[in-house]
């Protein structure tokens, strides 16, 4: 099993950044895709991004391509999201997820692809 804890949220106004980090323990993530999800409140749970497990595939949701950036580093077992650019519309919680599925990374932005997930880092962008 592994256990993911997101950190790096916080408050930062319309146009800036933040970057979040999901680090994992209890198992080396390169075993592992993972995906950032958010949910603002009364509203699904969303795919934000995805990367593969060995990070050279990406995934983005229209609402965030060329703002967001996706990466890991294995050795460091931690998966960033790296947020410019950010609009009052991405105020949600932000959570990682993380799967060892065999099945194809083009489902990476659906919930049921992920076993496991963080506790969720909060992001609200205000003026």
């Known amino acids: 099993q592994v256990q993911l804890v997101e950190s790096g949220g916080g408050l930062v106004q319309p146009g800036g950044s933040l970057r979040l980090s999901c680090a994992a323990s209890?198992?080396?993530?390169?075993?592992?895709?993972i995906g950032w999800f958010r949910q603002a409140p009364g509203k699904d749970r969303e795919g934000v991004s995805c990367?593969?497990?060995?990070?050279?595939?990406?995934s983005y949701a229209d609402s965030v391509k060329g703002r967001f950036t996706i990466s890991r580093d294995n050795a460091k077992n931690t998966v960033y999201l790296q947020m410019n650019s950010l609009k009052p519309e991405d105020t949600a919680v932000y959570y990682c997820?993380?799967?060892?599925?065999?099945?194809?990374?083009?489902?990476?932005?659906?919930?049921?692809?992920?076993?496991?997930w963080g506790q969720g880092t909060q992001v609200t962008v205000s003026s």
């Open positions: 997820a993380a799967t060892n599925s065999p099945l194809s990374f083009g489902r990476c932005m659906v919930k049921p692809f992920y076993n496991y």
């Open positions: 990367i593969s497990k060995g990070g050279y595939t990406t």
């Open positions: 209890g198992s080396t993530l390169d075993y592992y895709a």
